[in-house]
């Protein structure tokens, strides 16, 4: 295959899959929401599938013949802050599983719940679509493309198993991280075939912004959004300063 051949097989294929664009779908617990929790997961595994299988042997002929399958736990690493929130929100998931009072164990559908993991693809960001003067002020209305799910991967009723000890040691720039190991009954893969869908849609972070005088909120909608935003242009002298009182 020639270099031009492997572009164009890149191009055709919306381009490479980044290991670093991912995204992870758990339950708001006390501690952490689930946006916060996937905002910091620091790395996260896609689960892998083994066929179990028994040697038969015909003749002088062995080969190998299915009988099941087994999957492999998952591990998710977790950046902590200093509320260690998402400590406190594997204990509080663990508790349910094993209360750590009464050592009573709960039922699996108080404590296990279907989990997503999302490789995402690129996004296009803030594309420009409308933009106007009127007297002192600069209208602008752009579209809002956020990162697409191209894959996704459900774990049906998955709960923390191990909540792995955490290092802390003198060295100055040194960071806390949480490794949790998740045990569920099966996966299931789901392929989303591009942005257009409406899985996509629904599942994908959607940022619409209002810029009012250079000030912004966002809010959290889906993976397509408006972004309109209202500056001043070719204020009068002294008048920033005033605005600056009021904003």
Known sequence: MSVDQFKS???NKRGLARSNLFRVTLPALPGASSREVNLLCKNVELPGRQILTNQRVIGIRRENVPYGYAVN???MTFTLLNDYGIKNYFETWQNMAVNQSSYEVGYRNNYSCNIQIQQLEKGLGNVP???TNIGFVNFALNFFVGAPAVY????INAFPTTMNSINLSNDLDGLSELTVTLSYIDWRPGVISGANTNSSVANGLLNT???LLNKSINIPLGDFGLQASIRPRNLP???PNLLNLFL
């Open 209 to 211: 912004g209002l810029t």
């Open 73 to 75: 736990d998952v591990n």
């Open 129 to 131: 679509f409308f933009s």
């Open 152 to 155: 996704t991967c459900t774990l």
């Open 9 to 11: 097989l890149v191009t």
């Open 237 to 239: 002298a002294g008048l």
